[in-house]
């Protein structure tokens, strides 16, 4: 019954907070028509042939395998469909299945499930509350910033006391207000975002409480506040791996490069640490020490890495790099060991042997130790085993124009804003890097119109007007160059920047002889 009432309260709350100007649920929108998002929609998916011999927990044993160790989500996400078939009440397998198919950009079937777990009669507060956090958050990733806040409100109806979602109301509400629509008729919310400090109210919650409360700060880029939570989990229990692997990267986000050191060295010196928690903190590690500019450790990791999982080819390349980088300086490299580079990854070799999640990855990885061409590869390999990979396309767009391989960029970036169903976020970034590229280019007129179009998806993104105001000023088109650098100062006054840019624009008007 608990489960059945809080189900209809959080219901309630999703249709009463629609107002004003604010399309609802399933109203036609400005990106490809209606958004289905309440009504729970079933996605079947083939089995494989001996799924008749395991359980709905085996299957989400599997699925957890496939998705946690292995990083094989379109696999993971059929092992959940498996145990969902055997046992229509699991919700950590919708769950689950849902997280699969954000990370595979099947947002409509993300939301489906979490729909699904939403609207379950017998639905625990536990389960109710992750399903409408998740949810908002893909919403809110997904430019609806109405149905997000109307989650975010549902989640904290549930559980007042969890500050993670005031953040990311707050921030939701902000969003949605910056494209014109009118919140006035949004109640407001009394109790202010609470800032998490470290060990507050550690006692009333468990170090995996803590751990899911990072994940969700993370999922809405508080960086700052995850990494306190994450903090809080890691002083409940000093040998939670992930706690420490998810602070190092929201420190690696905010810069703090030092502590995000520290923390992957204690990752590295546990007794107990299992291989693949070694093997990626020793990756990671290496790739900041690598950005860092201090190529011997990278080395160093690399190696070890290496000596852990001698198949993993792209630590042989990032090693090779960081290798080449050293001796730049000066520095003398006779002394390394020399180790058998890894084999190319080339479009036709092994075509069979990975899925597009797993070429995906590998790219990632490559590109993030500064391989761009053999990341390009990878890439490409993702593509072609799943042509609507979003993000395997904008990483190759991106892997093209650091090779100077600007055309096919182009052509990258061009697909993807043609797709009949990519959402907002991937859209509004292709056109923002498309642009920036035909600026590099000198197509200054394309590069405007791009820039003009991402402006209409996102007014309240700030350096979007820099980027086109730059370009109107090698255009010589002082006067809309400088409207754009105030409309920049608008939402944020204290951008530095965007001022000197202004000054050198009316700087250069003046000397037409016309006036602002």
């Known amino acids: 019954m608990k489960g059945l009432f809080l189900a209809l309260v959080v219901s309630m709350l999703a249709v009463s907070l629609y107002a004003g100007d604010v399309p609802a649920v399933g109203e036609e929108g400005t990106l490809g028509g209606p958004v289905a998002i309440v009504a729970p929609v079933p996605v ?62 099947r947002y409509d079937e993300a939301l489906a499930d979490y729909a699904t777990i939403i609207h379950m009669d017998s639905v625990e507060s536990d ?35 969890k500050q993670s ?7 939701a509400l902000e969003r949605l207000a910056a494209t014109g629509a009118d919140v006035s008729g949004y109640d407001e919310i009394s109790q202010p975002t609470p800032r998490l400090e470290p060990g507050a109210d550690a006692a009333g919650k468990t170090a995996n409480d803590w751990l899911a409360e990072g994940r969700s700060l993370w999922y809405a880029d508080c960086h700052e506040e995850a990494s306190v939570a994450f903090t809080n989990a890691i002083e409940l229990d000093p040998k939670l791996v992930r706690a420490y692997n998810l602070r190092a990267w929201m ?43 201090l190529y011997a450790e990278a080395v160093a990791d ?13 630590n042989y390349t990032a090693r090779d790099q960081a290798l080449a980088r050293l001796a730049a300086t000066g520095a003398d490299v006779s002394g390394y060991e020399e180790m058998q580079p890894a084999p190319r990854p080339e479009l036709e070799a092994d075509a069979t042997s990975k899925t597009a999640s797993e070429w995906y990855e590998e790219g990632y990885t490559l590109w993030f130790a500064d391989q761009y061409q053999d990341a390009s590869v990878a890439f490409s390999k993702a593509i072609e085993l799943e042509p609507q990979h979003v993000r395997a396309l904008n990483l190759r767009a991106w892997m093209y124009y650091m090779l100077d391989r600007y055309e096919e960029a ?44 991402a402006i209409v998806l996102a007014p309240e993104k700030q350096n979007i007007y820099v980027s086109r105001g730059l370009t109107y000023e090698w255009l010589e088109q002082y ?27 009316v700087e250069k008007l003046a000397a037409t002889g016309a006036g602002i």
């Open 251 to 293: 420190y690696y986000m905010l810069d703090r490069y030092d502590e995000a050191l520290a923390d992957y060295a204690t990752i590295i010196h546990m007794d107990s640490v299992e291989p693949d928690d070694l093997l990626e903190a020793l990756e990671e590690r290496g790739n900041l020490y690598n950005r860092m500019s």
């Open 410 to 453: 182009l052509a990258d970036y061009t697909t993807i804003i043609t797709m009949d169903s990519v959402g907002r976020d991937d859209l509004l970034e292709s056109l923002e890097e498309r642009g920036n590229l035909l600026r590099t280019m000198g197509l200054y007129p394309e590069a405007i119109a791009d820039y003009t179009t």
């Open 302 to 314: 690399y190696t070890a890495a290496i000596l852990l999982a001698p198949e993993k080819q792209n």
């Open 44 to 105: 079947p998916t083939p089995e494989p042939a001996d799924a008749t011999d395991k359980t709905a927990e085996e299957w989400l044993a599997e699925g957890r395998e496939l998705w946690w160790y292995e990083d094989r989500f379109e696999e993971a996400s059929v092992a959940f469909t498996n145990a969902i078939e055997r046992d229509p009440t699991l919700v950590r397998a919708y769950n689950l299945r849902a997280w699969m198919y954000y990370m595979l950009d």
């Open 127 to 161: 389960d109710l509350l992750e399903a409408l956090e998740e949810r908002g958050n893909l919403l809110n990733r997904m430019g609806l910033y109405a149905e997000a806040v109307a989650d975010y409100t549902a989640a904290i109806a549930v559980a007042p006391e």
């Open 479 to 505: 006067q809309e160059a400088i409207a754009d650098y105030d409309m920049a100062l608008s939402l944020k006054p204290d951008d530095e920047l965007a001022q000197i840019f202004r000054d050198g624009a």
């Open 165 to 171: 979602n005031y953040t990311a109301r707050e921030q």
